[in-house]
Structures are given as structure tokens and as C-alpha cells.
């Protein structure tokens, strides 16, 4: 074999040795796809959370949609769900883990840093499959800037009410029956109807019947108010600054959640707040508790790179960027509350106790859209003039709730907070 030939053989067998080089190279930098995150925070607030994620050094892909509900059931369908969830409906995450697809997260975030509602208690047996990333304040009544709020229930014509939304329309309307439960029967009476325990029939007990009829009693004040309010979107014209600060209406409360502050856009500085409580329809003043929503992340895959990014987005420095760049706020309790007058008085209610989650999101899907239909039937029962049919209507949901007992499944175990 002559020196030329050897040197050639050796340059052939060099390129295939790179060749071969490339080729995994390229095989691992395609094994490193980005985790899949499904979510329903859209437009800015979208853009404020990749750039949260980006800082965590994980590649990702981030989808939001109105309709997350109907997007997640035909990705886990298809066989092709997302590595995250982000969703407030606890009920419908239950269902996930009842059916083995979720993953725990016992030992991705500090429990230290969280507490009840928002997570059970360390002590608390079994695996803990979601951590909320963002919360949010309700049993709140929003008014203007150099308005004074009035002391007692305020009538229906006082009232900024829109029904409507993209995903599920009528949940404004459980918010409302929600709080007139919380502070008419307290938290405890509030828990055991939201996880459907304790009482047989708590649809069709005084606790929820009350709180019902003071609700139907406030729409039935004024027919085409009522009619409005089925008609409107909660979030007020596209484009505008929510039903608050809209010039064509002549409301001036708004009884929404501290996310109510991105739908004023520029006109936030201007809104202000108070305890609901003293405003509803029919209630003594007294604060019983403050309900409260949140969005929670759960894991539908065991990527490692998945699991990192849940432990970012939960550790106090994720959450601080988050509340710091997203202006929103954090179940976390090492977070720093933001240090303007009106969100850090959010921040200081969602700290302290007694507090609820919000029941139609702790509720089994069924049930959930069986109380979102009820409520809005009530609303175009009292725009028509009709008969309210109260007893039917929460005839019609106990049965959903007595069908989904039935079946099992996994539950949420804490609802609300004692302090």
C-alpha cells in the first residue's frame, strides 16, 4: 500500500468519523426539544410570561388560548398533550390525576413558601399534583377614582355586570353567588358545598337557596339591566377599559377580581376597591372571607426539562419576575408585594386569612358547567319577566353533583384557609 493510498484511506475514514460527529451532534440538539406549555394568558400578558420563561434557560413553546378547556381535552385525546398545564380549573385537573395522567410535584417547590388554600398542608397524606404561578383576589367591588363606595347593597342600576366570555360564559355570575355563600354561611358551610361533601344536598340547602334568591332578587330590580348584562362581555367593548371605565354605561361598581386591573388598561390608576361584602344584596356587612382564584401549573409528562422549568416558575425568584415583569400576583409568600397603593393592598388581602378558592373552579367539570348554565338562566329569566324556577334549577345541578360522587375520583383537599 503506497503512502498516498494510506493517506487517503485515512482521510476518507476522517470525513466519515466527522460525518458521524455531526450526526449526533445534531441527533442530541433535535433530542432537546422545547416543553410544550399550554395556558390561557394571551396578548401582553403572554409576552410578559415567555420573557419570565426565557430568563430560565429551558427552551419552551407556549400556546394561550381563551379556550384552554377544549384545547387540553383534544391534545391528551390525540395523544399529544403538553408537557404544562396552566389552568384555574382544579375540578378539571382532579379528573387528569383520577385518570394517572398527571405527575406530582411534591418536590418541586418549597412548602414552606406556600400555604392553604393554595396547597394542602405538608401534613396532608398522598402526592400534590399542581402549584399555582399566579393568584388572584375576588370578594372585591371596584369604583372610581373620587367616587365614595356606598355602605350598604347597593340596587342593580349601581352595577357594571357582563356575563359573557370567550371560553365559558356565566362564571361572572357564580362569582356573585359564590361571595353571597362565603358571607352569608362562612367558610366552613362554603368548603362542603364547593367539594360536594358533608350535607346530601347542598344545592337545594338554605345556604346556596339563600344566596340564590338574593342574587335573582338584585336582577329582577331592573329587567333590561338584567337584559344587558346578558348581553355584555365581561371585559367590556374590544378595545375599550373595561365595563368600569366604559363612558356609555352609567354603572359604577364593578364586583370582579384583581384581574380586572389589566381590563382598565390606562384608566388602572383611576379604579380603587372595597370588601364586597357591605354591598351585596340582602348581607349584614360582615366579612366572612376573602374568595380567591389562581392559575395552577401541572405536569402531564416526566421530561426532566419540564420538571426544571415548574421548579423555576415556583421558586420565589420565579415568582417575583413574574409579579415584578407581568404586574400580576403570587401565592408565594416570600414574593415582595408590588409597591404601588391599590395592588399592594391586593397583595396584603391574598396574604391574610380566612380564604376560599373560588367554588366553581374546585367543582368536577360537570357540576361547574351545570352551576354556569343556572346562573345564566336566572339572568334571562329575570331580563324575560319569567319565573325564576330557583328550586329546579338547583334540583337540576344536585343531580350532576349526586352523578359525579358516584363515579370517585380524586379532589381537591383544601378549599379554604382558617387563617
Not at 396547597?119 to 367616587?147: C, F, H, N, Q, T
Not at 356606598?150 to 362564571?171: E, F, K, N, R, Y
Not at 378595545?239 to 381590563?263: N, P
Amino acid at each position: 500500500m503506497t503512502r498516498r493510498f494510506t493517506m487517503l484511506v485515512f482521510g476518507v475514514v476522517m470525513l466519515l468519523i466527522t460525518a458521524v460527529g455531526l450526526v449526533v451532534v445534531w441527533s442530541q440538539h433535535d433530542d432537546e426539544k422545547p416543553v410544550t406549555i399550554l395556558g390561557t394568558w394571551t396578548a401582553e400578558q403572554a409576552d410578559h410570561f415567555e420573557t419570565v420563561l426565557r430568563g430560565f434557560g429551558i427552551p419552551f413553546h407556549y400556546q394561550g388560548t381563551a379556550a384552554l378547556r377544549e384545547v387540553l381535552l383534544s391534545k391528551v385525546q390525540a395523544g399529544d398533550p403538553p408537557d404544562i398545564v396552566i389552568m384555574p380549573g382544579l375540578g378539571e385537573l382532579a379528573e387528569y390525576a383520577g385518570r394517572d395522567l398527571l405527575e406530582p410535584l411534591d418536590k418541586l417547590y418549597d412548602p414552606q413558601e406556600y400555604e392553604a388554600p393554595w396547597m394542602p398542608p405538608a401534613s396532608s397524606p398522598g402526592p400534590v399534583y399542581w402549584v399555582p404561578v399566579k393568584a388572584d383576589l375576588k370578594s372585591i367591588v371596584w369604583y372610581r377614582e373620587g367616587d365614595t363606595p356606598p355602605t350598604s347593597s347597593a340596587p342593580l342600576v349601581s352595577w357594571c355586570i357582563g356575563m359573557g366570555d370567550d371560553g365559558t360564559s356565566g362564571w361572572p355570575g357564580t362569582d356573585w353567588i359564590e361571595d353571597l355563600v362565603l358571607q352569608g354561611a362562612g367558610p366552613d358551610a362554603y368548603e362542603k358545598w364547593a367539594l360536594g361533601k358533608g350535607k346530601s344536598k347542598w344545592w337545594s340547602g338554605d345556604s346556596v337557596r339563600t344566596a340564590w334568591e338574593a342574587w335573582d332578587g338584585l336582577l329582577r330590580q331592573d329587567p333590561e339591566a338584567a337584559r344587558r348584562a346578558l348581553l355584555t362581555d365581561h371585559r367590556g367593548e374590544p378595545g375599550g377599559k373595561g365595563l368600569l371605565f366604559d363612558d356609555k354605561r352609567a354603572c359604577g361598581l364593578e364586583h370582579q377580581g384583581s384581574f380586572a386591573l389589566s381590563l382598565y388598561e390606562t384608566a388602572a390608576p383611576r379604579a380603587r376597591l372595597t370588601d364586597s361584602a357591605p354591598l351585596l344584596p340582602e348581607g349584614d356587612g360582615q366579612v366572612q372571607a376573602h374568595e380567591v382564584t389562581g392559575d395552577f401549573a401541572a405536569l402531564l409528562s416526566d421530561r426532566p426539562e419540564a420538571r426544571d422549568l415548574i421548579e423555576k416558575l415556583a421558586s420565589k425568584k420565579g415568582q417575583q419576575e413574574w409579579v415584578d415583569r407581568g404586574r400580576v400576583f403570587s401565592a408565594n409568600r416570600q414574593v415582595t408585594p408590588p409597591d404601588d397603593a391599590v395592588r399592594g393592598e391586593i397583595a396584603r388581602r391574598l396574604a391574610r386569612g380566612p380564604r376560599c378558592l373560588d367554588a366553581s373552579d374546585v367543582m368536577a367539570p360537570a357540576v361547574r358547567d351545570a352551576f354556569y348554565e343556572a346562573a345564566l338562566l336566572t339572568v334571562a329569566r329575570a331580563a324575560s319577566g319569567r319565573n325564576a324556577g330557583i328550586g329546579d334549577l338547583l334540583r337540576d345541578v344536585q343531580k350532576v353533583q349526586d352523578a359525579q360522587s358516584a363515579q370517585g375520583g380524586v379532589a381537591p383537599r383544601t378549599v379554604c384557609s382558617r387563617k
